[in-house]
């Protein structure tokens, strides 16, 4: 019977790749709802968007690799329901497919904003190729353009849209972009960035309504908008797991082996909620390498390799002329302190976010090769080695030699 996997993006597709280079010789079978062929999403709200990326470019593998690797790509097809124990998938067409072992790499989907007028067309959200396109289109030199959320797609959009010449503001309930994830000093390097290009943000306000041409916000402020682009968020598409009995809580939970509470079914990307070995608890994380190195550790998973996936969370963001790496991870408030190394004034410097001088997680922002070096100080910290925060500071002590001694 064959391998399943219901997902045809970034995470399900690397499974497949990987499935096939450790040397799967069996059916394969990928089912995709969406109709193009896998694709990445993080040009998405960056090069695509800009104008600068070809369309052809953005696409995981080209067309004719799924036929040269016998990886049957099943596109615009919806996975209504997995019977576990007679180990079906069945889908919208009433198609039924067996499978020996499933994975499910089902992703995210946008968080919808529940205010009055958010259904008129002029309300974007962006996660699919054909919403980037439209979104493309709208924005023009003059346009007023309102994002709602200073969230990593929000502030990325924003980039793009000021590209295009238009006037942007953004809406976000908390006094800092991105405050959660990097906490107050690194966040105000966000808010300085696009401030400097102009951006207007309305901070500590929500949206009470949307018209045809403005966002009213809870103050009564009317915000000009011709577009609205809302990213507050998504949440992990999880009804079909749900529906098939397995254990779910903000995302499907899975094993350190990202094996679900069935032994045969596995899920890998935005959706898994892993036992992480070295973090020492569950996470989720919604971020491209994590679909990449979770779709191609489940392949090895469902080949029956013993193993445990221990990547360190990473994730990449461009805006304008600043470019970031983050690697490691940092939860919300964790962090006792952050330690700069360079000039973050000039946004080219790594900040380390430190819990009893251990490194938890470290961004390099327009300072390069130094990826590695990050993530082997992020890796000693969540093992227990702490560093000296002087010596971490200081940017002639190279970052090779934190862990040396
Ligand atoms: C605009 C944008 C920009 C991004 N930029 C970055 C970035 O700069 N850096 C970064 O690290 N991350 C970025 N991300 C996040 C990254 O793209 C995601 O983490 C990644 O796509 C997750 O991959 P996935 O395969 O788990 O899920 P998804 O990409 O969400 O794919 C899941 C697929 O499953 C399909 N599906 C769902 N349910 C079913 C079903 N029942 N039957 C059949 N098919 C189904 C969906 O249609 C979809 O095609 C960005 C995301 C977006 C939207």
């Given at each position: 019977m064959?391998f399943?996997v219901?997902g045809g993006?970034?995470?399900?597709v690397n499974a497949a790749?990987a499935l096939?280079?450790?040397g799967?010789?069996?059916e394969?079978?990928?089912?995709?709802?969406e109709?193009?062929?896998?694709?990445?999403r993080?040009?998405?709200?960056?090069?695509?968007?800009?104008?600068?990326?070809e369309?052809?470019s953005?696409?995981?593998?080209?067309?004719?690799?799924?036929?040269?690797n016998a990886?049957?790509?099943?596109?615009?097809q919806?996975?209504?329901a997995?019977?576990a124990?007679?180990?079906?998938?069945t889908?919208?067409?009433?198609?039924q497919?067996?499978?020996?072992?499933?994975?499910?790499?089902?992703?995210?989907?946008?968080?919808?904003?529940p205010?009055?007028?958010?259904d008129?067309?002029?309300?974007?959200?962006?996660?699919s190729l054909?919403d980037?396109?439209a979104?493309?289109?709208?924005?023009?030199?003059?346009?007023?353009?309102?994002?709602?959320?200073a969230g990593?797609?929000?502030?990325?959009?924003?980039a793009?849209?000021?590209?295009h010449g238009?006037?942007?503001?953004?809406?976000?309930?908390d006094?800092?972009?991105l405050?959660?994830?990097?906490?107050?000093e690194?966040?105000?390097?966000f808010?300085?960035?696009?401030q400097a290009?102009?951006?207007?943000?309305?901070?500590?306000?929500s949206?009470q309504?949307?018209?045809?041409?403005?966002?009213?916000?809870?103050?009564g402020?009317?915000v000009?908008?011709?577009?609205?682009v809302?990213?507050i968020g998504?949440a992990p598409?999880?009804?079909?797991?749900s529906a098939?009995?397995?254990a779910?809580?903000?995302?499907?939970l899975?094993s350190?082996?990202l094996?679900?509470?069935d032994?045969?079914i596995?899920?890998?990307?935005?959706?898994?909620?892993?036992?992480?070995p070295l973090i020492?608890?569950?996470i989720?994380v919604?971020?491209?390498?994590?679909?990449r190195?979770?779709?191609?550790?489940?392949?090895?998973?469902m080949?029956?390799?013993?193993?445990v996936y221990?990547?360190?969370?990473y994730?990449?963001?461009?805006q304008?002329?600043l470019?970031m790496?983050?690697?490691?991870?940092?939860?919300?408030?964790?962090?006792?302190?952050?330690?700069?190394?360079?000039d973050?004034?000039?946004?080219?410097?790594?900040a380390f976010?430190?819990?009893e001088?251990?490194?938890l997680?470290?961004?390099n922002?327009n300072?390069?090769?130094?990826?590695?070096d990050?993530?082997a100080?992020?890796t000693?910290g969540?093992?227990?080695?702490?560093?000296d925060p002087?010596?971490?500071?200081d940017?002639?002590v190279?970052?090779?030699e934190?862990l040396?001694s």
């Open positions: 064959a399943v219901v993006s970034l995470a399900g790749i096939r280079e450790q799967y010789p069996g394969l079978i990928v089912i995709g709802q109709q193009e062929p896998p694709y990445e993080p040009p998405l709200s960056k090069g695509y968007l800009l104008g600068d990326a369309r052809s953005v696409f995981v593998q080209t067309s004719s690799w799924y036929q040269e990886v049957d790509l099943r596109l615009g919806e996975a209504v997995v019977d124990a007679a180990h079906t998938v889908l919208a067409s009433g198609e497919i067996g499978y020996a072992k499933l994975l499910l790499a089902t992703g995210s989907e946008p968080r919808r904003l205010v009055p007028g958010a008129q067309p002029h309300v974007r959200y962006l996660r054909a980037s396109e979104l493309r289109e709208q924005l023009r030199m003059g346009a007023h353009v309102a994002v709602i959320g990593w797609i929000g502030l990325e959009v924003a793009a849209a000021r590209h238009a006037n942007v503001s953004i809406v976000e309930t006094a800092l972009p405050r959660r994830v990097l906490g107050d690194v966040a105000g390097v808010r300085d960035l696009h290009h102009d951006v207007t943000f309305h901070f500590g306000r949206v309504s949307i018209g045809a041409d403005a966002v009213i916000l809870d103050d402020t009317s000009p908008a011709d577009v609205v809302v990213g998504v598409r999880t009804a079909l797991a098939a009995g397995l779910v809580d903000n995302g499907v899975v350190s082996s094996r679900t509470s032994p045969d596995y899920a890998c990307g935005d959706i898994a909620s892993w036992e992480h020492g608890q569950r989720r919604e971020h491209w390498e994590n679909a190195q979770s779709g191609q550790f489940a392949a090895r998973a080949l029956g390799e013993a193993g221990d990547w360190l969370p994730f990449f963001s461009d304008y002329d470019g790496e983050y690697s490691g991870y940092a939860g919300p408030g964790e962090a006792d302190r952050v330690v700069f190394r360079g973050a004034a000039a946004r080219e410097f790594i976010w430190l819990k001088n251990r490194v997680a470290g961004m922002v300072v390069w090769d130094v990826h590695d990050i993530r100080l992020a000693a969540h093992s227990g080695r702490s560093v002087g010596k971490l500071a940017a002639q190279p970052l090779g934190l040396a």
